[in-house]
């Protein structure tokens, strides 16, 4: 599986069609990610890692709400985890590795739980610092 780039230019309103459709997506899902992003390159690049999840995992929920379980366990929002995402891929693809979803989500899950500063950086900096740091060790 390819890791999710982000992307250069804009994709076409039929490519998002498309992505949400592989990804399993509702329009409320799709109204909800697109606010909560913060670029069109990371609502591009969350598209594309939640179609890649369904293609993977065609029995289970949608990548949305696996996400959203994660996030509402911990104390960040949904457009921090979208952010922390957004540079987990980057750094997965800088290195040229592959992680799943569920791997990366449960990754930044035990970032949380070992936060020992418990919210003085953000999370995609907690993220950073880890794999930085320590790679996929957590």
């Known amino acids: 599986m390819e890791v999710p780039k982000r992307m250069e230019r804009m ?17 409320e899902d799709v109204g909800e990610i697109m ?43 949904v457009e921090d985890w979208f952010e922390a995402l957004d540079y987990f891929y980057e750094w997965l693809s800088l290195n040229e590795r592959y992680y799943s979803l569920p ?4 990754y930044i899950e035990g970032v949380i739980e070992n936060d020992e500063n418990k919210g003085s950086m953000s999370l995609r900096e907690q993220v950073a610092e880890m794999l930085d740091n320590y790679c996929l060790e957590v």
């Open 11 to 27: 994709i076409t309103l039929s490519e998002v069609r498309i992505l949400v459709e592989q990804a399993r997506l509702s329009e």
């Open 103 to 106: 791997s990366i989500l449960a």
């Open 35 to 77: 606010v909560k992003c913060e670029s069109t390159s990371r609502f591009n690049l969350i598209l594309e890692a939640f179609a890649g999840y369904a293609k993977e995992n065609p029995e289970v929920i949608n990548g949305f709400i696996l996400l959203q379980e994660y996030q509402s366990k911990s104390p960040y929002l």
